[in-house]
Protein backbone atom coordinates (compact mmCIF):
# COMPACT_ATOMS: atom_id res chain seq x y z
CA UNK A 1 0.00 0.00 0.00
CA UNK A 2 1.43 3.15 -0.88
CA UNK A 3 1.51 6.64 1.62
CA UNK A 4 -0.98 8.30 -0.52
CA UNK A 5 -3.19 5.26 -0.07
CA UNK A 6 -2.69 5.51 3.63
CA UNK A 7 -3.29 8.94 4.39
CA UNK A 8 -6.80 8.68 1.82
CA UNK A 9 -7.68 5.50 4.31
CA UNK A 10 -6.95 7.86 7.81
CA UNK A 11 -8.96 10.85 6.18
CA UNK A 12 -11.73 8.78 5.20
CA UNK A 13 -11.86 6.81 8.86
CA UNK A 14 -11.66 10.09 10.56
CA UNK A 15 -14.38 11.84 8.08
CA UNK A 16 -16.48 8.61 8.77
CA UNK A 17 -15.85 9.13 12.68
CA UNK A 18 -17.16 12.70 12.16
CA UNK A 19 -20.26 11.54 10.65
CA UNK A 20 -21.25 9.13 13.33
CA UNK A 21 -20.42 11.52 15.85
CA UNK A 22 -22.73 14.60 14.12
CA UNK A 23 -25.18 12.68 12.05
CA UNK A 24 -25.46 9.07 11.70
CA UNK A 25 -25.85 8.05 15.17
CA UNK A 26 -26.49 3.95 15.19
CA UNK A 27 -22.71 2.77 15.12
CA UNK A 28 -22.20 1.45 11.92
CA UNK A 29 -20.08 4.56 10.33
CA UNK A 30 -18.47 4.70 13.68
CA UNK A 31 -17.31 0.91 13.23
CA UNK A 32 -15.92 1.82 9.74
CA UNK A 33 -14.52 4.67 10.59
CA UNK A 34 -12.41 3.65 13.62
CA UNK A 35 -11.66 0.21 11.29
CA UNK A 36 -10.06 2.78 8.70
CA UNK A 37 -8.41 4.57 10.88
CA UNK A 38 -6.92 1.69 12.48
CA UNK A 39 -5.69 -0.03 9.46
CA UNK A 40 -4.66 3.27 8.08
CA UNK A 41 -2.11 3.57 11.93
CA UNK A 42 -1.28 0.18 10.80
CA UNK A 43 -0.03 0.33 7.62
CA UNK A 44 2.11 3.70 8.56
CA UNK A 45 3.86 1.68 11.20
CA UNK A 46 4.33 -1.00 8.42
CA UNK A 47 5.67 1.62 5.96
CA UNK A 48 7.46 4.10 8.22
CA UNK A 49 8.56 2.04 11.01
CA UNK A 50 8.11 2.59 14.97
CA UNK A 51 8.61 6.50 14.90
CA UNK A 52 6.87 7.19 11.74
CA UNK A 53 3.96 4.88 12.84
CA UNK A 54 4.11 6.56 16.43
CA UNK A 55 3.81 10.19 15.18
CA UNK A 56 1.09 9.34 13.13
CA UNK A 57 -1.23 7.43 15.81
CA UNK A 58 -0.56 10.66 17.72
CA UNK A 59 -1.41 12.78 14.86
CA UNK A 60 -4.51 10.83 14.46
CA UNK A 61 -6.16 10.55 18.23
CA UNK A 62 -5.15 14.63 18.28
CA UNK A 63 -7.03 15.35 15.63
CA UNK A 64 -9.77 13.15 16.77
CA UNK A 65 -10.04 14.68 20.28
CA UNK A 66 -9.53 18.24 18.32
CA UNK A 67 -12.74 17.71 15.79
CA UNK A 68 -14.87 16.16 18.95
CA UNK A 69 -13.83 19.59 20.95
CA UNK A 70 -15.52 21.40 17.98
CA UNK A 71 -18.26 20.00 17.55
CA UNK A 72 -18.85 20.01 21.35
CA UNK A 73 -18.50 23.20 21.69
CA UNK A 74 -20.25 24.17 18.27
CA UNK A 75 -24.25 24.66 17.90
CA UNK A 76 -24.02 21.58 16.09
CA UNK A 77 -25.81 19.96 19.12
CA UNK A 78 -28.44 22.51 19.77
CA UNK A 79 -30.09 21.58 15.81
CA UNK A 80 -30.67 17.83 17.46
CA UNK A 81 -32.06 18.79 21.11
CA UNK A 82 -35.41 19.93 21.72
CA UNK A 83 -35.71 23.00 22.87
CA UNK A 84 -39.35 23.83 23.56
CA UNK A 85 -40.92 23.34 26.86
CA UNK A 86 -44.51 22.33 27.72
CA UNK A 87 -46.53 24.17 29.62
CA UNK A 88 -49.57 21.74 29.80
CA UNK A 89 -50.65 20.29 33.01
CA UNK A 90 -52.84 16.96 34.21
CA UNK A 91 -56.33 17.77 35.62
CA UNK A 92 -56.54 19.11 38.34
CA UNK A 93 -59.40 16.84 40.34
CA UNK A 94 -58.77 18.25 43.76
CA UNK A 95 -61.26 20.92 42.60
CA UNK A 96 -64.44 20.62 44.51
CA UNK A 97 -66.51 22.14 42.47
CA UNK A 98 -65.84 19.11 39.80
CA UNK A 99 -67.97 16.48 41.02
CA UNK A 100 -70.63 13.66 39.36
CA UNK A 101 -73.24 15.51 38.00
CA UNK A 102 -71.65 18.88 37.14
CA UNK A 103 -72.25 19.75 33.20
CA UNK A 104 -70.11 21.57 31.00
CA UNK A 105 -69.45 21.68 26.72
CA UNK A 106 -67.24 19.95 24.30
CA UNK A 107 -64.86 22.19 22.59
CA UNK A 108 -63.63 19.48 20.53
CA UNK A 109 -65.06 16.08 19.50
CA UNK A 110 -64.54 13.09 22.23
CA UNK A 111 -63.35 10.25 20.13
CA UNK A 112 -62.96 9.07 23.00
CA UNK A 113 -60.78 11.81 24.78
CA UNK A 114 -60.49 15.57 23.96
CA UNK A 115 -61.64 18.75 25.40
CA UNK A 116 -64.42 20.34 27.50
CA UNK A 117 -65.23 23.21 28.92
CA UNK A 118 -66.64 22.63 32.73
CA UNK A 119 -67.26 25.25 34.91
CA UNK A 120 -65.59 27.59 32.64
CA UNK A 121 -62.10 25.74 32.97
CA UNK A 122 -60.43 23.66 30.01
CA UNK A 123 -60.03 19.74 30.80
CA UNK A 124 -59.55 16.34 29.51
CA UNK A 125 -62.07 14.44 29.34
CA UNK A 126 -63.03 11.19 28.51
CA UNK A 127 -66.70 9.74 26.82
CA UNK A 128 -67.39 6.44 28.36
CA UNK A 129 -69.94 5.17 25.83
CA UNK A 130 -69.48 7.04 22.71
CA UNK A 131 -67.93 9.39 20.44
CA UNK A 132 -68.93 12.95 21.31
CA UNK A 133 -69.11 15.88 18.76
CA UNK A 134 -67.88 19.38 19.21
CA UNK A 135 -70.46 21.92 21.06
CA UNK A 136 -72.54 19.43 22.82
CA UNK A 137 -73.67 19.29 26.48
CA UNK A 138 -72.14 17.02 28.65
CA UNK A 139 -71.52 15.93 31.86
CA UNK A 140 -69.50 14.11 34.69
CA UNK A 141 -70.77 10.38 35.20
CA UNK A 142 -67.34 9.51 36.90
CA UNK A 143 -64.03 10.93 38.57
CA UNK A 144 -61.18 8.49 38.90
CA UNK A 145 -57.75 9.89 39.88
CA UNK A 146 -57.24 12.56 36.82
CA UNK A 147 -59.70 10.54 34.69
CA UNK A 148 -62.91 12.51 34.03
CA UNK A 149 -65.66 10.17 32.73
CA UNK A 150 -68.43 12.36 30.40
CA UNK A 151 -71.63 11.23 28.95
CA UNK A 152 -73.77 13.27 26.69
CA UNK A 153 -76.53 14.87 28.24
CA UNK A 154 -79.49 13.73 25.81
CA UNK A 155 -77.86 10.27 25.77
CA UNK A 156 -79.60 8.44 28.74
CA UNK A 157 -78.13 4.96 28.21
CA UNK A 158 -75.21 5.55 31.09
CA UNK A 159 -77.89 6.02 33.42
CA UNK A 160 -79.74 2.97 32.25
CA UNK A 161 -76.71 0.74 32.98
CA UNK A 162 -76.05 2.34 36.66
Not at 11 to 29: D, H, N, Q, R, Y
Amino acid sequence: MTPTLTIIVIVIGLLLLTLEIVALPGGISGIFGMGLLIFGVWQSFIQLGMTGGTIVLCCCVAICIILLAIFMKSKTWKKFSLNEESDSAVNQVSDPSLSVGTRGKTIARLAPTGKALIDGKLMEVHAVNKFIDPDKEIEVVAIEGYRIDVCEVEDRRFEQEA
